[in-house]
């Protein structure tokens, strides 16, 4: 957890991380960086807008799926449950999973971006007036220390909603799972948002919807370098570009140079072609039997699913195998 008088340390730590993983990624044959890297301030406001254009229906759908099956789920996680959520931003599904619970015994939420992160927090503090709200801000790639809060619970839950597993490649999240399932600890329970694969059309509007919110989402990561890099990217030379992989089932979104340029970041320069791009997020859409067999090789176990009626979004709840 970063405590006051960390958060600065922390900063500069995140800064230099920053720094190394933007220099690493242009350098790279294929130029590409993590798509955490999208979430500052402005980044996480876009991210709000994205979640409102008619085009991006995950959010409406596991909304939807949360409201209707609130009663279903509290019952199959059980009272006095202690919920921790990597990359929580707004909360506002679990705004909805918290009022269903019975007595959730603490609200644990983990995100990288610092300011989102403490509005969520303040605002779920006051919707809840009783429950332990205990942001911490933290890269859960890297591993986060949850506080240890000394409070009685029944299990510890992590909810993991709005497809954030689909922006890891299998490995990768087959790691976060395990970690996941360490943290919940002996009896501890997942309740994680997959997004499934459906018609290519759908899927690309809901990566490039019509206003351009997903695209200012996306350019905004070159902002942040020319801001927090000392970058000189002139952002009219770029244009989104959302592409589907059918063989591998993910989206992808890139960044794409209009033209041959030099780019420099920090002093370092950065040849670009025509047409080359920068790879800034992928989000696989997972068969669900595909999902569970890698949820198990993480050590959980299917407990419960709700799908909506055209299977495009499921919120499925598993316990640790052992
Ligand atoms: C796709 S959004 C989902 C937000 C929210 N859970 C929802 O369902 O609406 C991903 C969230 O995870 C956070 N995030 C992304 N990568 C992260 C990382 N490596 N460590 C911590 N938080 C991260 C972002 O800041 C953002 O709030």
């Given at each position: 957890m970063?405590?006051a008088?960390?958060?600065?340390?922390?900063?500069?730590?995140e800064?230099?991380r920053?720094l190394?993983?933007?220099?690493d990624?242009?350098g790279?044959?294929r130029?590409?960086?993590?798509?955490?890297?999208?979430?500052?301030?402005?980044?996480?406001?876009?991210?709000?807008?994205i979640c409102q254009?008619?085009?991006?229906?995950?959010?409406?759908?596991?909304?939807?799926?949360l409201?209707?099956?609130?009663?279903?789920?509290?019952?199959?996680?059980?009272?006095?449950a202690?919920?921790?959520?990597?990359?929580?931003?707004s909360?506002r599904?679990?705004?909805?999973l918290?009022?269903?619970?019975?007595?959730?015994?603490?609200y644990?939420?983990?995100?990288?971006?610092?300011d989102?992160?403490?509005?969520?927090?303040?605002?779920?503090s006051?919707?809840?007036?009783?429950?332990?709200?205990?942001?911490v801000?933290a890269?859960?790639?890297?591993g986060?220390?949850?506080?240890?809060?000394?409070?009685?619970?029944a299990?510890?839950?992590a909810f993991?909603?709005?497809?954030?597993?689909g922006?890891f490649?299998?490995?990768?999240?087959v790691?976060l799972?395990?970690?996941?399932?360490?943290?919940a600890?002996p009896?501890?329970?997942?309740l994680?948002?997959?997004?499934l694969p459906?018609?290519e059309g759908?899927?690309?509007?809901a990566?490039?919807d019509?206003?351009g919110?997903?695209?200012?989402?996306?350019l905004?990561?070159l902002?942040r370098?020319n801001?927090?890099?000392a970058?000189?990217?002139?952002?009219?030379?770029?244009?989104?570009?959302?592409?589907?992989?059918?063989?591998?089932?993910r989206?992808?979104?890139?960044?794409?140079?209009?033209?041959?340029q030099?780019?420099?970041?920090?002093?370092?320069?950065?040849?670009?072609?025509?047409?080359?791009?920068?790879h800034?997020?992928s989000?696989?859409?997972?068969?669900?039997?595909?999902f569970?067999?890698l949820?198990?090789i993480?050590?959980?176990?299917?407990?419960?699913?709700?799908t909506?009626?055209?299977?495009w979004?499921?919120v499925?709840?598993?316990?640790?195998?052992?």
């Open positions: 970063i405590g008088g960390g958060v600065e340390l922390e900063a500069r730590g800064s230099a920053f190394a993983e933007v220099l990624g242009l790279a044959p130029k590409a960086l993590s798509p955490k890297w999208l979430y500052d301030a402005r980044g996480s406001a876009l991210y709000e807008l254009q008619p085009e991006y229906y995950p959010t409406r759908t596991e909304l939807a799926l409201d209707l099956h609130a009663d279903e789920i509290a019952e199959a996680v059980g009272p006095d202690l919920v921790f959520e990597y990359g929580a931003g909360g599904k679990t705004v909805r918290l009022a269903a619970l019975r007595r959730p015994a603490a644990l939420p983990v995100d990288i971006s610092p989102a992160l403490a509005q969520t927090a303040q605002a779920l006051r919707r809840f007036p009783r429950l332990v709200v205990r942001p801000v890269d859960f790639t890297v986060v220390a949850l506080p240890d809060l000394d409070l009685p619970c299990r510890r839950l993991f909603p709005g497809s954030t597993i922006n490649d299998p490995p990768e999240a790691s799972l395990r970690r996941m399932a360490r943290e600890g009896g501890g329970a997942l994680v948002g997959v997004d459906k018609d759908t899927l690309l509007r990566y490039d019509a206003h919110v997903t695209a200012a989402f996306d905004n990561l902002a370098i801001r927090e890099l970058g000189d990217f002139m952002l009219s030379r770029f244009r989104h570009r959302a592409a589907w992989d059918a063989r591998l089932s989206i992808e979104m890139h960044l794409e140079s209009h033209e041959a030099l780019v420099h970041v920090a002093g370092a320069p950065f040849a670009f072609r025509a047409g080359e791009t920068i800034t997020e989000s696989y859409k997972w068969e669900p039997r595909a569970d067999a949820a198990a993480a050590g959980w176990r299917l407990d419960r699913t709700w909506d009626e055209r299977a979004f499921s499925r709840l598993y316990g640790r195998a052992s």
